[in-house]
């Protein structure tokens, strides 16, 4: 008998170790769950309201750009091979250069030829699969702003414009 209360005594100590086991794992998922609430709800909502914020102020100066329009100066068109290796594709492409004065004008005029140079050798190092979506066409309006206002003593181009822009494959 007195070997039956112990057996039960040990039991039911298990079984309180068990539960207090259980009890922890609860509590400790519970606090988990609360942190991760409180992280999506105290820092990521705030970072995606600072992005919001960036974009509302990305279009509040992309409209003071449009109102301060500049000098509007037309490269010419441009007819290049494109350096992709499975086919001979051909780009097409008209560029205008938004100015911010009549002095960079001039020099733009000056340097006219240099400026043809670059934007072609930098046309032929692309392909047609880079071209091919609104985030490569960004990207060489960029890097064509950057090689001209490199050539320029004090830069001055704004803006880069394409009023035609056709990937021809032969």
């Not at 008209?94 to 020099?107: C, G, P, R, S, W």
Request: hydrophobic fraction near 40%; aromatic fraction near 6%; charge should be negative.
């Amino acid at each position: 008998m007195a070997e039956e209360n112990k057996e039960q005594e040990e039991q039911q100590q298990g079984g309180g170790k068990k539960k207090l086991i259980i009890l922890l794992v609860v509590l400790l998922l519970l606090l988990g769950g609360g942190g991760g609430a409180a992280y999506k709800f105290l820092v990521l909502d705030k970072q995606e309201a600072k992005k919001e914020e960036n974009k509302a102020e990305k279009i509040q100066q992309e409209i003071k750009n449009i109102e301060n329009l500049g000098i509007m100066f037309e490269v010419g068109t441009f007819v290049v091979n494109l350096a992709d290796k499975d086919a001979d594709r051909y780009l097409k492409v008209t560029i205008i250069l938004e100015l911010e004065n009549e002095q960079v004008k001039q020099e733009v005029e000056k340097r006219l030829p240099q400026i043809k140079d670059s934007i072609t050798t930098l046309l032929f190092t692309k392909t047609s699969r880079e071209l091919r979506t609104a985030e490569g066409v960004e990207k060489l309006k960029e890097e064509i702003l950057r090689r001209v206002n490199a050539i320029l003593p004090l830069g001055g181009v704004k803006n880069v414009y394409f009023t035609d822009f056709v990937i021809q494959t032969a």
